[in-house]
């Protein structure tokens, strides 16, 4: 069982006594910001010259400052710009201005884990990564819960790096939920395992063959992405809320039945082999160097994926159709380009 941490194991005024800079303020680091400054933290936002984020941070009445500047004057530091940057931000604008023992946070391990920054050895170097996307983190927190968290600590130089990463965790609210004790390495290939085989590359692709089938076989596409897309959201919920049980317990016997016969003849043995694969990838670093390489040279390969899936039938029509829908806020249909997963 794996160790779980509450509100009551972590000492607040820990990080309350430290200046802590966070830089980038989008999904993470806006949710990171607004937790720590309403629960007693001094707070400063690190951001690039011309940055896009700045009016936003400062509208919320937080001090915004250089990366250079924000880092040279913290006790902690929290990076919290997009993993294919951070290795760039912290050679040219983190690392030379870090204070001697300041500490280092991170939302995710990729960087570490995969080596792309290599902190010296006198600073604290820990991860406290909420388990949903920053827009959640914060909302739970202004409305008295948390989202829950997993912390690690990868370098311990001070000796209480566990009681200062602790005190974070809970200063942004993960705490009223839980703190789960990992690892780096668990962290970083246990999530990008998840996102890649099963919540956004498995089910991405589950969605396509399912759509290209009834659509292939002469059914109406609106028809095919009410079956295959729009209803999985129900069926997410029911799984999030009781496990597959519920979902099971909840259709009918026909859908139940169909569920134990047809879906081991859909996803077979021979996909969990691939799943294996997409593990070793992961594990052995290869998968990291093939989207820093890809990043590097401008996402060319990142560019035309994403077009390619823009481009698949199913999105036009669901465009059209959600425009029907009275539930669906404009807002909710027009996201812009990110990550949450
Ligand atoms: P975002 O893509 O939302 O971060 C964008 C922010 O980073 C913007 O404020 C942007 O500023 C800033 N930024 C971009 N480039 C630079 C730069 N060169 N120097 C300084 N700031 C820069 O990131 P996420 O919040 O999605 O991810 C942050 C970390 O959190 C990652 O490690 C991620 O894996 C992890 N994580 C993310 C989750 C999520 O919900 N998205 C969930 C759990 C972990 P500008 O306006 O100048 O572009
Ligand atoms: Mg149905
Ligand atoms: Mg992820």
């Known amino acids: 069982m794996a160790e779980l941490f509450y509100d009551d194991d972590a000492d607040l005024s820990i990080i309350q006594s430290k200046k802590v800079a966070v830089v ?12 720590l400054r309403d629960s007693g933290v001094d707070v400063t936002v690190g951001l690039r010259e011309g940055s896009a984020s700045r009016a936003k ?4 009445g937080l001090k915004v400052a250089t990366v250079a500047e924000a880092v ?4 902690v530091v929290v990076i919290l710009a997009p993993d294919q940057v951070q290795r760039h931000v912290y050679r040219d604008e983190i690392e ?10 991170f939302g995710h391990g990729f960087n570490i884990r995969f080596g792309y920054i290599k902190p010296a050895a006198g600073h604290d170097v820990f991860m406290v990564a909420p388990k949903g996307p920053g827009h959640l983190v914060r909302r739970e927190y202004v409305d008295g ?23 974070y965790a809970k200063a942004i609210g993960g ?3 839980a703190g789960i004790k990992t690892t780096f390495t668990e962290e970083t290939e246990t999530d990008l395992f998840g996102e890649q085989a099963v919540l956004c590359g498995g089910v991405s692709q589950l969605i396509q063959y399912g759509f290209e089938t009834l659509t292939e076989a ?24 009781g496990g597959i049980t519920k979902q099971r317990w909840s259709v009918s016997d026909t859908a139940e039945y169909g569920d134990y016969v047809s879906g081991p003849r859909v996803i077979t043995p021979d996909v969990k082999a691939n799943m294996g694969q997409v593990l070793a990838d992961i594990q052995s670093g290869a998968f990291a160097e093939r989207f820093i390489a890809d990043q590097d040279a401008g996402a060319p390969e990142f560019t035309a994926l994403r077009e390619a899936g823009q481009n698949h039938p199913i999105e036009p029509v669901g465009r059209e159709l959600r425009k029907l829908f009275a539930w669906v806020k404009p807002s909710d ?9």
């Open 24 to 35: 980038g303020y989008g999904s993470q680091g806006h949710a990171h910001s607004l937790n």
């Open 57 to 60: 941070a400062e509208n919320q």
């Open 72 to 75: 040279a004057g913290a006790d």
């Open 96 to 105: 030379p201005n870090l204070k001697d023992g300041a500490a280092l946070v």
């Open 145 to 167: 819960r948390g989202v829950p968290v997993i912390v690690a600590v990868e370098q311990d130089a001070s000796g209480s790096a566990w009681a200062l990463a602790l005190s």
């Open 175 to 177: 705490l009223r939920a």
């Open 218 to 241: 002469g059914y109406q596409p609106e028809v095919a992405y009410f079956e295959v897309l729009h209803e999985l959201k129900l069926i997410v919920d029911l799984i999030w809320e």
């Open 333 to 341: 249909s027009d996201y812009t380009e990110g990550s949450a997963a």
